[in-house]
């Protein structure tokens, strides 16, 4: 009788050890297989039907949002240039804007973004062998080895003019073949771009409330986010030209009117962008820039504030009683 309990206690050790090995084998393979490409070039695997944005919303969204990564992987490196003009009109009351962006995607993950307005803001970021370099429109540029992900955010938000302007108009573009066409020596697909019905972008779900400022946003912020929610375009009108092998956009020429509910009356907001691709497949030049070292901040609140030559409150006094001083009282 032992030696047959002894026989099964081996078997079920023998067994235990088996599946011990099993799940071993399997976490020892995840852990040491390859790494999953990263997302952009998984995007730009996927084949994309340059001729048949016509009727297909969902397509027409996936091409517009083609991201700064994604379409260096499509075509190679690239310089995108835009041109984007809004104007609000309110009652008496009119606002205008306009912008400039300028994308240079170049070998790796190089790249340079400039944007300015004609407020006289703007900023201009430089990415080189992964080292960012910053700096606002009149300032110097500033070396940036802890962006946190800050250029990724950078680079993406600035090539994305497409997809804002189709939040802008809500999805309505309704797009009808215009022959084929040549941008930078390859062959494209040419769409005229109407008026079609609103949607929202696939995949699209509810989003975080946002935490705004006491007192919520200013007038202007409160206009422009009730223009996203619930503006009705209107108009849109103009030219769209992709490229015929990948879908990436090229060319843009867009016009749209919308118009934007609000308590102080129904306002009419209008914006125009034109985009252009250039030198596909040809590196810029895009060096590092005169800039200010990235000197460590001396740690803690109070050293930061000394060192830009804040002092704390009594910090005189406090020198004076030290040294056996008494400090003088404020003048009035």
Not at 40 to 50: C, F, M, P, R, V
Not at 273 to 288: E, F, N, R, S
């Amino acid at each position: 009788m032992s030696i047959r309990i002894a026989a099964l206690v081996l078997a079920v050790a023998l067994g235990g050890t088996a599946c011990s090995s099993e799940e071993d084998q399997a976490a020892k393979a995840r852990i040491f297989s390859p790494e999953d490409p990263p997302k952009s070039l998984q995007a730009a695997a996927e084949a994309l039907d340059s001729g048949e944005l016509e009727g297909d919303p969902v397509l027409l969204d996936r091409v517009l949002a083609i991201s700064a990564q994604e379409a260096a992987a499509r075509v190679g490196p690239h310089v995108q240039e835009v041109q984007v003009d809004f104007r609000w009109k309110a009652k008496d009351r009119e606002v205008r804007l306009a912008e400039e962006r300028m994308v240079a995607l170049g070998k790796g993950s190089d790249f340079h973004v400039r944007t300015s307005n004609d407020q006289k803001q703007g900023m201009e970021w430089v990415k080189v062998d992964g080292i960012s370099y910053a700096r606002a429109r009149y300032a110097k540029f500033r070396e940036r080895r802890r962006d946190r992900g800050s250029s990724e955010h950078v680079v993406a938000s600035a090539y994305a003019s497409l997809v804002t302007f189709r939040d802008w108009v809500h999805g309505a573009m309704k797009l009808t073949p215009a022959g084929s066409t040549t941008v930078d020596g390859r062959k494209a697909v040419k769409y005229t771009v109407a008026l079609g019905e609103p949607h929202a972008p696939a995949g699209s779900g509810h989003l975080p409330e946002i935490a705004y400022p006491k007192g919520g946003p200013d007038e202007d912020t409160k206009l422009r986010l009730t223009a996203l929610e619930q503006g009705k375009p209107t108009a849109v009108s103009g030219t769209l030209v992709v490229d015929e092998a990948t879908a990436l956009p090229l060319q843009a020429d867009l016009k749209a009117a919308l118009l934007v509910p609000g308590e102080q009356g129904e306002s009419r907001l209008e914006l125009s962008m034109k985009l252009d691709v250039k030198g596909i497949g040809k590196a810029p030049q895009i060096a590092i820039p005169e800039h200010i070292e990235d000197a460590p901040r001396p740690p803690g609140v109070v050293a930061t504030l000394e060192a830009y030559g804040i002092e704390r409150a009594g910090a005189e006094g406090a020198k004076a009683e030290k040294s056996g001083e008494k400090a003088a009282p404020d003048e009035e």
